[in-house]
Nanobody, 127 residues
Framework: QVQLVESGGGLVQAGGSLRLSCAAS????????MGWFRQAPGKEREFVAA???????????DYAVSVKGRFTVFRANAKNTMNLQMSSLKPEDTAVYYC?????????????????WGPGTQVTVSS
């Protein structure tokens, strides 16, 4: 079992930045695919970014088109964490952001691909 907890959410003005962190416990997640999803009120949960292990301390990253070039996902294996650096934030980025992990090592961009989820952290971007 893996437990995930997100942190770093908050209120920020449009154009600002935030860094979200996802701390994993229960077992190491260094070789697991991990991802970020978000869900805005009245909308379905959508993929944001994912990072997949491809070699020793080496990971690939995938991004949703809507965040590519503005968001960066990266690991901190020493702390068993995954981070999401968000820049040039827009009001449409407002949502609850969820961290997820899966035991599979392949690319995973669908919510159904993931086995473990955090409770979420609220990000609000004001205009």
């Amino acid at each position: 079992q893996v437990q995930l907890v997100e942190s770093g959410g908050g209120l920020v003005q449009a154009g600002g930045s935030l860094r979200l962190s996802c701390a994993a416990s229960g077992r190491t997640v260094s070789s697991s695919t991990m991802g970020w999803f978000r869900q805005a009120p009245g909308k379905e949960r959508e993929f944001v970014a994912a990072t997949r292990w491809i070699g020793v301390n080496t990971y690939s990253a995938d991004y949703a088109v809507s965040v590519k070039g503005r968001f960066t996902v990266f690991r901190a294996n020493a702390k068993n964490t995954m981070n999401l650096q968000m820049s040039s934030l827009k009001p449409e980025d407002t949502a609850v952001y969820y961290c997820a992990a899966t035991s599979r090592m392949s690319t995973a961009v669908r919510a159904g691909d993931y086995d473990y989820w955090g409770p979420g952290t609220q990000v609000t971007v004001s205009s």
